[in-house]
């Protein structure tokens, strides 16, 4: 079917009309083939499981969620590349509004700057409909995972950019201007006698 959502996609749309009605949970697991296209996407080797309890409550003149996910992730080692197994549990709080809302058509082609709201903690963004619950999951998982996963056996590495057998470079060496006080201070000095 052309237009249609690959069955391994997290997709979980949920039309503006039942989100504006009333408040609503919105809890889900995400299936293997929803964990295998995530784990693709975020090039993980694997997501052993995926699941969210949100709320939606309407806000304003668009809708608000605050959920939180639950995830069995593995990563790899930035060092090692060896399998880093986490477990995620994070919570969050998402604004959406209507596009009217967040921008002002008084200056067509101006710059907008959206400002932060005080009541979200955070910038409200464009509401679509419907709005995707699963991209939303998606995307709190992505901004969940570690960016730079270790082993327990990854040792600390040290970076050396010199070639093999030159010293390295001092603290003298990479402050070339450091002795100019000195030099001033010589320059300045009178001689004895004068």
Known sequence: ?????????????????????ESRSHDGT?????????????????????????ESVPWRSGVRLSGHIR?????ECVVTLDPVPAEIDEPFDRGFLPFADLYDDDKPGAEYE?????DLGDVPEP???????????AEE?????DPYPRSEEAQETVYSAQPEGIAPLTEADV??????????????????GQ
């Open 141 to 145: 998982l992505g901004v969940a995972l």
């Open 71 to 75: 995830a069995t992730v593995v990563q």
């Open 127 to 137: 509401l679509t409909d419907p709005l995707d619950i699963g991209e939303i999951v």
């Open 175 to 192: 402050k070339p201007f450091a002795g100019l006080a000195d030099l001033a201070r010589k320059m300045n000095t009178p001689k004895n």
């Open 114 to 118: 959206i400002t932060e709201d005080r």
């Open 1 to 21: 079917m052309a237009g249609s959502a690959s069955p391994d996609t997290l997709t979980r749309p949920v039309s503006l009309a039942d989100l504006r009605a």
């Open 30 to 54: 995400a299936s293997p083939g929803e964990c295998a296209a995530l784990a693709a996407r975020f090039g993980l080797p694997s997501i052993g499981a995926l699941s969210w309890r949100i």
